[in-house]
């Protein structure tokens, strides 16, 4: 169970395209400013003030409509777009399937004249922030690499549609990388998008990098029985994540226990999600007394900074746990897996080769298994490619992926020759 506990913890460690951003002096100030503000007494570990706009006091009749909607600020706009609008909407909370919830995010659209039809709508699927509201992307706007990659996509006339994915903004504590909470965020801004008058197609491509592709992954996934009237004609996932016991033990053997490791942080975000599910879970009984104002810290401190503070403390696994919270880490890995490998689209899956976060043996797991389960994959390896470079180094083959699913072109996948 001791060896068991490492390898689960780890996998949480995996770095899933951190997106904390740098922003300007004057949105950072107002966001600490918000985070401190007064507070609602039913706030839940992540909650802080942020606006007016991110809480809904009223009524929420069906999932996939839209509540309400203001223009971006400047720093949070993303370049390219010539419409910047933040979004709330409403949604079925992920972890109990039935009660809903409002969630934020974003529209960009593109500049010029929208074709017949409508500019092609993508739906991108951000990476791991935090699970505190001040890092929800529409609120503390996005990394520089990913503004960029909007912006190569808003640049082709797609637009483009964000979710903060369900309590990262709004209330409630983010249910951090549990698969079915991202898809049924993503499934209903993408409903609440078309069926509000913006001028996007009725077609979706989804895509998403790392965290955010396994959130793509798991859209198209969860899409056939959640939100059939859902037109999703691809997807795209670069540095996918997948949690299979093979993976885990790639992992555990990338990472000693005894060795200085900056992707510690995302052990404490997991930790998060155990506590979202076990209110009686408690973080002292298990992480280490020095260790614990860090851990505590993820309820108020977006991801780059929660890494900053491991690497100064020189934090290892053996330094973080004085017991091992397996059976609770059990439990939330439970929420991270996918409904099917069976996909209803065709999928485009992009490996760097030099990538240490999401390992290129765990992506090909994913990829071996959805090809044998019947999706049709196109998998492209880039063996010069880290995690975060396989991006921006993709985009030779997914942009003409990409418009080949908006044309409704017969696209072949490739499982009969993968790359690995």
């Given at each position: 169970?001791?060896?068991?506990?490492?390898?689960?913890a780890v996998?949480?460690?995996m770095?899933?395209?951190?997106?904390?951003?740098?922003m300007?002096?004057?949105?950072?100030?107002?966001?600490?400013?918000?985070?401190?503000?007064?507070?609602p007494?039913?706030?839940?570990?992540?909650?802080?003030?942020?606006?007016?706009?991110?809480?809904?006091?009223?009524n929420?009749?069906a999932?996939?409509?839209l509540?309400?909607?203001?223009?971006?600020?400047?720093?949070?706009?993303n370049?390219?777009?010539?419409?910047?609008?933040?979004?709330?909407y409403?949604s079925t909370?992920?972890?109990?399937g039935?009660?809903?919830?409002?969630?934020s995010g974003?529209?960009?659209?593109?500049?010029?004249?929208?074709?017949?039809?409508?500019?092609?709508l993508?739906?991108?699927?951000?990476?791991?922030?935090?699970?505190a509201?001040?890092c929800?992307?529409?609120?503390?706007?996005?990394?520089?690499?990913?503004?960029?990659?909007?912006?190569?996509?808003?640049?082709?006339?797609?637009?483009?549609?964000?979710?903060?994915?369900?309590?990262?903004?709004?209330p409630?504590?983010?249910?951090?990388?549990?698969?079915?909470?991202?898809?049924?965020?993503?499934?209903?801004?993408?409903r609440a998008?078309?069926?509000?008058?913006?001028?996007?197609?009725?077609?979706?491509?989804?895509?998403g990098?790392?965290?955010?592709?396994?959130?793509?992954?798991?859209?198209?996934?969860?899409?056939?029985?959640?939100?059939?009237?859902?037109?999703?004609?691809?997807?795209?996932?670069?540095?996918?994540?997948?949690?299979?016991?093979?993976?885990?033990?790639v992992?555990?053997?990338s990472?000693?226990?005894?060795?200085?490791d900056?992707?510690l942080?995302?052990?404490l975000?997991?930790?998060?999600?155990?506590?979202?599910?076990?209110?009686?879970?408690?973080?002292?009984?298990?992480?280490?007394?020095?260790?614990?104002p860090?851990?505590?810290?993820?309820?108020?401190t977006?991801?780059?900074?929660i890494?900053a503070?491991?690497?100064a403390?020189?934090l290892?696994?053996?330094?973080?746990?004085k017991?091992?919270?397996?059976?609770?880490?059990?439990?939330?890995?439970?929420?991270?897996?996918?409904?099917?490998?069976?996909?209803?689209?065709?999928?485009?899956v992009?490996?760097?080769?030099k990538?240490?976060?999401?390992?290129p043996?765990?992506?090909a797991?994913?990829?071996?298994?959805?090809?044998?389960?019947?999706?049709t994959?196109?998998?492209?390896?880039?063996?010069d490619l880290?995690?975060?470079?396989?991006?921006?180094?993709?985009?030779?083959?997914?942009?003409p992926?990409?418009?080949?699913?908006?044309?409704?072109?017969?696209i072949e996948?490739?499982?009969?020759?993968?790359?690995?």
């Amino acid at each position: 169970m001791k060896n068991l506990s490492k390898i689960l913890a780890v996998t949480a460690a995996m770095a899933l395209s951190a997106c904390s951003t740098t922003m300007d002096a004057a949105l950072t100030s107002t966001a600490a400013a918000s985070s401190t503000a007064t507070k609602p007494s039913n706030m839940t570990l992540g909650d802080s003030y942020l606006s007016d706009f991110y809480f809904y006091a009223g009524n929420l009749e069906a999932p996939g409509k839209l509540l309400r909607q203001e223009p971006l600020t400047k720093a949070q706009s993303n370049p390219g777009a010539a419409q910047n609008i933040r979004l709330l909407y409403t949604s079925t909370d992920g972890i109990d399937g039935k009660e809903l919830t409002a969630v934020s995010g974003v529209l960009f659209l593109p500049k010029g004249t929208a074709p017949v039809g409508g500019w092609p709508l993508m739906a991108w699927t951000h990476g791991t922030v935090g699970i505190a509201d001040i890092c929800a992307p529409s609120w503390n706007g996005r990394q520089e690499q990913d503004r960029t990659h909007l912006q190569f996509w808003l640049n082709k006339g797609y637009a483009v549609v964000a979710s903060d994915y369900q309590g990262l903004g709004t209330p409630g504590t983010h249910p951090y990388l549990a698969t079915r909470p991202e898809a049924y965020s993503n499934l209903d801004i993408i409903r609440a998008v078309q069926s509000s008058g913006f001028l996007v197609s009725d077609q979706v491509v989804l895509f998403g990098q790392s965290q955010g592709a396994g959130a793509a992954f798991a859209t198209a996934a969860y899409a056939p029985d959640y939100a059939p009237d859902v037109n999703i004609v691809g997807a795209v996932a670069t540095g996918v994540p997948f949690f299979s016991p093979e993976a885990l033990v790639v992992l555990q053997e990338s990472r000693p226990p005894d060795r200085v490791d900056p992707l510690l942080g995302y052990n404490l975000l997991a930790l998060s999600l155990v506590q979202r599910m076990n209110p009686k879970f408690k973080l002292a009984d298990y992480v280490s007394d020095d260790v614990l104002p860090i851990a505590e810290s993820v309820q108020n401190t977006c991801h780059k900074d929660i890494k900053a503070k491991v690497v100064a403390e020189k934090l290892t696994y053996n330094r973080l746990f004085k017991k091992q919270p397996t059976e609770h880490l059990v439990k939330a890995f439970s929420k991270m897996g996918y409904p099917t490998l069976t996909l209803p689209v065709p999928t485009f899956v992009g490996t760097g080769g030099k990538d240490k976060d999401t390992p290129p043996r765990m992506q090909a797991a994913l990829v071996t298994r959805a090809c044998k389960a019947g999706s049709t994959i196109i998998s492209k390896l880039y063996p010069d490619l880290d995690h975060r470079g396989v991006v921006p180094g993709s985009t030779k083959d997914t942009l003409p992926f990409v418009k080949a699913a908006f044309a409704g072109a017969k696209i072949e996948g490739n499982c009969g020759n993968l790359p690995f």
